[in-house]
């Protein structure tokens, strides 16, 4: 049974177990409950840190990323955090130094940048305003602060930053091997001289479409993240310093071009690129650049005529079959021992409109080899089941398979054939061979269908390698019903390995494309459980990229196709995401005149009278609303149209609040009450809300976007409440099913509800524990419905920002529906986590961790309307309608429904009796 005074007990141990249990690990509640050790009565700094020491800031980024090994010059923003020591923790002021050489910073000496002390309580997005600063170099920085009794803490330990190369003027060429047919492997190489042990060495690499990369035979890394190159192209940097050898060594890489996706990504010019700096303890430096002295292979294992392509819909031959002679494989080519005598000169390739951007974002990698849970034979057809869905590649060895034998891979997403996603094919050259295709293409499998394996397959000589983008998972949820565990551990899980070089729709069998829907359902699962997630602000730069002239957004981006307006207006959303998760003001400013480019296009469309929007678009383009395999109607003056127009304006208004920009932020202000009165006048009926103007039929699905967005009249919403209640069955397709839960969850009368409408994840917990497009059949990985991976953090724990970078926010859960349920997430300020319990109908328990220069809103309900007690700790902070102050509570305020308490930074656990 749960224990109330074990709530407040969260110890990083705890949360350790529940992050394993998104691995697939188990451990029962009753022993997770047992690792807690935080007594209710103490709150203590970590060990050696007294109360009088302002703890040094810890966890320094440069845009967002730990040491990086290249950004782009021009926008180097830090950010740091400050360990927790107990209540009230303030950042006052900072200083940041920057040097050179770490030398010179150890002397307390800033030459590039010494800011002085900065009154401000800002500590992420610092933008750095000192001395420019060189292409190619490292930079070394760190950072004290004041807190709010003017105590200055010590100097964080150094961090760095490396500045990349300079957008499109590499010294290095653009080469191929002159071939351009269609899903063509190039093996390209470069043997050198490194005359001593160099000090500093890094290769800065990029390829159209993909690479794998080699040095001295060992792999580098694959890359780069999915891209345009002609706008906003990607490169990885590489920290090569003590993989070189002095004397001889390498450069190996097998480059990939596809050149016939659709709506999956740009089909440029196939190309490979590297620039080496390797740098002496002498001063001096060796470059090794690609040019035309590189070698190209004549012919490669991968066998390319009669290309078979898989795909349907809009991602028709956005995947082709891998089939691969090894026969024909140059053995050892990548390593230093390979005669290349017989490989011809390099083709240099006209790329100088390509523009090369430092990736920030983490590298697609191989995370986990996975064993298979069941093998069966039927004939000569062997069925391998790794009981959930993987994106990836696999590892096969065949010990007993002549030359020329044929093996073929057939991918179901599903438990036996259930939901093919294509083939791969490879020949065998004899003997006991590996085949492991892992060219960075990834395929997406619960069930492998081998033909042509020669003798007996066990588990030893298949697996599954699990590989995605990599991620820290830090956020961790868990309630009383195990139902939605497992459905937040699937959605998370499956979120994950849908970001595939960049989020896209990960079904091999027909899409694998980039699409802004999906980008803001995954990118909510990615904020609130991946520490310092890159990938979001990826996405808005490739979106403002190729933003149409017009202002509008494409529906695919890197990809420049397709137009829905619903779909675009997810763009202005996910930006203001970022900024309350990142405190990135910076880049929110960057993106102003995009925001309100598109605002301006649509509101072209938008009825003088009305105030509403029916944007009208080229024959081509479509309409969705937000139906996506649903039954409520798209187009017209619709519903969900017009309540993302709204939070679109409020959100610009925001942005231009923050920006200082006080007179754009008032006339959008003003705007937003056009659209809220134009919805509530047209397309509300008193009860429940209308799809369109010209229908009055009950969706409940159009309701939930009301309430999603607070658009209900106060003194309707319970009649709102009701008509969902008695709705019955809701076809909410797939995709509509964010704007449904966050509606139902945002109003706070309908948790039990959506606690029981969220059975409707049971068929895929059972298929293969992985998110589908829709709810009983489509594509069977395709996280779009992967949404309850955020909501049951923002909703069910109700962990919602309001502030950049979590300055403030606001906790309110929704306490119906569960006994229990807790949440951690890693923001930029640190770790955040909440729980609730309810030992009895009249009694509440919440505890919060609010990290350091953070203030929250803590909503706890009001269960009894004037006889309502809540107590902190032992000491008793409302009764009888009065606030009595205790450290670190700042205020408390009755509404109608709560007592609403302002709190610092600190842990607290309350009880509501």
């Not at 069925?383 to 590649?393: I, L, R």
């Not at 127009?645 to 959100?651: A, G, L, M, T």
Request: proline share 5%; charged share 20%; net charge neutral.
């Amino acid at each position: 049974m749960f224990e109330p005074s074990k709530l407040a007990r969260f110890s990083r141990r705890r949360f350790l177990v529940c992050a394993q249990l998104l691995m697939g690990r188990s451990p029962t509640l009753d022993w997770l409950l047992r690792q807690g050790s935080l007594s209710s009565g103490s709150i203590q700094g970590p060990a050696g840190t007294s109360k009088e020491e302002v703890p040094a800031p810890a966890g320094l980024l440069a845009n967002g990323v730990q040491n990086p090994l290249a950004i782009d010059n021009g926008a180097v923003r830090l950010a740091w955090l400050i360990p927790p020591t107990g209540r009230s923790q303030v950042q006052a002021a900072y200083q940041v130094l920057v040097a050179s050489a770490p030398q010179l910073l150890a002397q307390g000496r800033g030459d590039l940048w010494d800011s002085g002390k900065v009154v401000s309580g800002q500590s992420a997005g610092v933008v750095y305003r000192g001395r420019p600063l060189i292409f190619g170099s490292r930079y070394w920085w760190k950072v004290c602060v004041w807190d709010g009794r003017g105590r200055r803490s010590r100097y964080s330990e150094t961090a760095t930053f490396d500045i990349g190369l300079p957008v499109g003027e590499w010294k290095a060429s653009y080469i191929w091997d002159g071939t351009e047919s269609e899903d063509h492997f190039a093996y390209v190489r470069k043997v050198f001289q490194v005359p001593a042990k160099p000090c500093r060495a890094r290769a800065y690499v990029s390829a159209h479409n993909d690479y794998l990369l080699y040095l001295n035979g060992a792999s580098l890394g694959m890359g780069p993240a999915r891209s345009d190159p002609f706008r906003f192209g990607q490169y990885i940097a590489y920290d090569i310093t003590e993989k070189l050898l002095e004397g001889t060594n390498v450069f190996a890489a097998v480059g990939h071009w596809l050149g016939t996706w659709n709506d999956s990504g740009v089909n440029a010019r196939p190309c490979f690129i590297l620039e080496a700096h390797i740098e002496f303890a002498d001063g001096t430096r060796l470059d090794v650049l690609t040019d035309d002295t590189w070698k190209v292979a004549p012919r490669t294992g991968f066998v390319e005529s009669n290309p078979t392509y898989f795909g349907g819909a809009g991602g028709s031959r956005n995947r082709a079959a891998i089939q691969y002679d090894a026969r024909l494989e140059p053995e050892g080519w990548t390593g230093l021992h390979f005669d290349d005598a017989a490989w011809r000169k390099a083709n240099p390739v006209d790329c100088s409109d390509y523009r090369l951007h430092a990736q920030l974002v983490a590298q697609q990698a191989e995370q986990q080899e996975l064993r298979p849970i069941g093998i069966k034979q039927d004939g000569a057809i062997w069925s391998v089941d790794f009981g959930k869905c993987y994106d990836g590649w696999f590892q096969l060895v065949m010990r007993n398979n002549r030359p020329g034998d044929l093996i073929r891979v057939e991918y179901f997403q599903l438990q036996g054939t259930g939901g093919s996603a294509g083939w791969d094919q490879y020949t065998c050259k004899g003997g006991v061979e590996t085949w492991r295709p892992n060219v960075g293409r990834h395929a997406t499998f619960r069930t492998l269908r081998i033909t042509g394996y020669e003798g007996e397959l066990s588990s030893a000589d298949v697996c599954a390698v699990w590989a995605y983008t990599g991620a820290d998972v830090k956020g961790c949820f868990r309630c009383s019903s195990d139902l939605l565990n497992n459905i937040f551990a699937m959605c998370e899980r499956s979120a994950r390995q849908n970001v595939q070089q960049g989020i896209i729709s990960v079904d091999a069998n027909r899409e694998q494309s980039p699409w802004l829907a999906d980008s803001w359902n995954v990118g909510g699962v990615l904020l609130y459980n991946h520490k310092n997630t890159m990938v979001i602000d990826k996405v808005l730069q490739d979106y403002a990229a190729e933003q149409l002239p017009i202002g509008n957004f494409y529906a695919c981006s890197p990809a420049a196709i397709y137009q829905i307006p619903e779909w675009s207006m997810y763009w202005p959303m996910l930006l203001w995401q970022h900024y309350l998760f990142s405190g990135d003001r910076q880049c929110l400013e960057s993106h102003y005149p995009n925001l309100m480019a598109f605002l301006k296009w649509i509101r072209q469309y938008q009825d003088k009278k009305t105030g509403l929007i029916n944007p009208v678009l080229k024959p081509h383009d479509w309409r969705i609303s937000d139906y996506a395999g649903g039954s409520m109607p798209s187009g017209g003056y619709n519903i969900a149209t017009n309540c993302q127009y709204y939070e679109n304006v409020c959100v610009a208004g925001k942005a231009a609040a923050v920006l200082g920009k006080t007179r754009e932020a008032e006339d959008l202000r003003r705007q937003s009450e056009i659209i809220k009165k134009g919805i509530n006048t047209h397309l509300f009926g008193g009860s429940y809300y209308y799809s369109r103007t010209d229908r009055r039929d009950h969706f409940a699905l159009a309701s939930a976007w009301a309430l999603r967005f607070n658009l209900a009249p106060e003194d309707a919403v319970d009649a709102v409440v009701r008509s969902i209640k008695t709705s019955g069955p809701v076809n909410i397709g797939g995709y509509g099913g964010d704007a449904w839960y966050s509606g139902a969850l945002n109003s706070g009368q309908l948790g039990e509800f959506v606690v029981r409408d969220l059975a409707r994840y049971e068929d895929m917990l059972a298929g293969n524990d992985t998110n589908w497009e829709t709810f009983h059949s489509g594509e069977y990985n395709h996280a779009w419905t992967s949404y309850p991976g955020y909501l049951f953090h923002k909703y069910i724990c109700g962990i919602q920002p309001t502030g950049g970078g979590f300055s403030t926010l606001d906790i309110r859960p929704d306490f119906s529906g569960l006994a229990w349920a807790q949440s951690e997430i890693s923001t930029v300020k640190g770790v955040l986590k909440t729980g609730w319990e309810k030992p009895s109908p009249n009694t509440l328990v919440l505890t919060a961790e609010i990290p350091p220069n953070s203030r929250a809103r803590i909503y706890l309900p009001k269960l009894q309307r004037h006889r309502t007690r809540i107590s902190e700790g032992d000491h008793i902070l409302w009764k009888e309608q009065s606030f009595m102050r205790a450290e670190g509570i700042v205020s408390a305020v009755e509404t109608s429904g709560n007592i609403v308490l302002e709190v610092r930074s600190g842990q607290y656990r309350f009880t509501v009796a």
